[in-house]
DNA sequence: AATGAATGAGAATTCATTCAT
DNA sequence: AATGAATGAATTCTCATTCAT
């Protein structure tokens, strides 16, 4: 009797499962989370969109909440992963700060669906937050502060305020303006905003003798 | 046929009704809303709370829906009418700005419960943010608007970065440093972090020639 | 927010389910109308009767509204083939009306629990039958008056009383006469009452040599 | 203190409310009941419609369900006891009848709510009927009865045929154009249809020189 | 007698999840 | 592995009725 549900465990957990279609339900559920929010979507119309049926998705998924935690998790690391290649290609701590926030605003004009739930659906269960905002976010935070602690030991980002306190305060804006953007049913490009916005950031953050754009006189354009 | 629906406004007339009543089941809410969420909350449950029948909440709100948003309006109001006193008794931009920051953190770390459901639950709906965002945040940022722009006139603030931008990053930063706080179990002290969040923000609003913290040599401390 | 509604409509499509079951349900729906009304009626009794979950009849009608319209029409349509075949055997117009009637009375006789929804529950709502009446309901009317039309044209049946008035005056005889029997617990047989029917009937709509009106020559003003 | 129970105990059974308050609710509730049906109408709206606060209803008559029957007896009554009276007037049977039949007609005519009541929404529960079918509705259906009864002895109506089939038969009938007539929105006067339907019954009932069906002689079995 | 705010039982319907095929 | 019909728990909201004023 519990050999039969035994059974299905152990394949879950092989995930031998066809890849293809793992991946074509999140990408279903993206869409529908971010159309209708997680609790308004269905689980039957995440199956319609990724054109399997509705219990093929328990094949895959543990339940409704696995399927976004999942998709959360999923794409957090290979974003991540993505930021970090993408941040290292500059040594001077200014230009990599600067290029974080473009790949950031970048990846959600790219990506709208994904950034509808990442900015406005995921925050629908405190229960869940409570749960990965530690998880996977956190990775993020940690490449942001791994960008101030480059500049801090390069000498030119400030030491006075902590450093938790920073990297939410860049991530809180950066996000404020995405989420704003999505709500505003992204009416106009993200990506112009890098500019501005590290400027901010940076005067926050730099110490302040040495403003951050009259830095060196090799005349980089900012990113 | 078809029961239900259909009618369903006759009664919402004579608004006499128990004025406290009405508050109670707000406040019931309110907890409720924090703890659960707003799509894991019964509303049988904030009626046990608030210690009033399940129908009684109907005689006071539409729906569920309503509660949320009549929750989130009633506060709104009361909060940027508070902060807009609280900011007034300040001349300076600087000190202005400053208080905001600080009664907003004060604010919150003093109604646990309301911060839970302003941070994370309200943005649960798109599409109630789509209706409400505009309507009553507007009345916030607004008011960070009104600060921002006084700081211009004065002479101190730069204007070479928008108006909006501004008042995102600003708010942004805000919420996500609160936001923190309530997903990590408000375990410190929100108030605190008012000289560094200051800081950091009016150094990046301010024109730069002008350091925010050497501005009087009265040795005033900030706020 | 509002999380039901609004979708609704996304299941519903491949109508392969299981045949039998939508009969079984229709079957538990006309006993239970039938005994306690369609308003006092439970879906969960309806599911019961059937054996199947509540949620079940969710998969083959769209509420309790419809399970009522598509018993009428379903039963009806039967009832009107069979007895348009079964008066067709018959070439003489009275012979074929009473017949009609005939049929009638024994159908509703056999189905004790339809007769009872037909005669009595259907009548429940003035939108129901707004929408309805017109619909299936008027099959049956277009039956009789068929019938009464062959009369015309053999000569037999009169022509000077439109013919709209006489297939509601043989329909509603009909409908208070199985009415009666139904509230009255069915505690007679139906079908003798055929004879006498007829009779009334052909009375009414025959051609005859004198009217029954110009019996006396007493030249009375019909009231 | 059990005094003023008592008292109030004997006001209601003595009935000494406000007689014009009672009437009221009555014909509000005929308004309502025909517009929403018996189960779609509220007895809120009810008690809006009668300008009465919603428990005042409740000193008037036992619940909703009673409200019904009030309406039906009394208006039954009033029907009853008018009609008796009109068709007094007459000595002759057949003037008599059709006097019955004209009154009917107009009083619905002029009466269209009570009439959407009594045709359509009184049907609605069968447990009702089953109560009140044999109540008031027989007061009715007797006066039809003493009519047929005075025809008979005075020889020109057929005794060949039970008196109650009789009864059901043109109630029926009439009851069916009257409902149509409803249904269909009340387009057309009533009235005119006096003279067909008084054709058509008298001709049923009325003796006459030769039955409708020894018409060929062909000796055919009836059906 | 009258009021109408409050009550709370009641019911339709939805939808995540299961499991026989 | 895949399917999708079936399940039934769960929850909002309505509205007849009561009762303190």
Redesign the interface.
Known sequence: MSTRKEVSAIRRSSHKHHPDKRQRILDAAVKVFAQ??F??S?V??IA?LADVADGTIYLYFKNKDDLLIRLFEDKMQLVIAKFRNGTQEHSDARERFAKLIRMHLEEFQNNPDLA?VFQ??L?????F??EH?KVQLKGYLDLIGEIIEHGRQEGIFRRD??LG??K??????????V??W??AGRHYPLEP?TE??V???L???MI?DR?PLDIPDDGFALV
């Open positions: 209708k929010g609790f308004n269905k039957a119309e319609r509808a406005v659906e925050r629908q269960s405190s229960r937050m409570r905002d305020i902590p306190l920073i939410r305060f860049i991530f809180g804006a950066l996000d404020e303006v989420s704003t999505v709500l905003l501005p916005l400027e901010l950031f005067r926050g953050i302040s403003s």
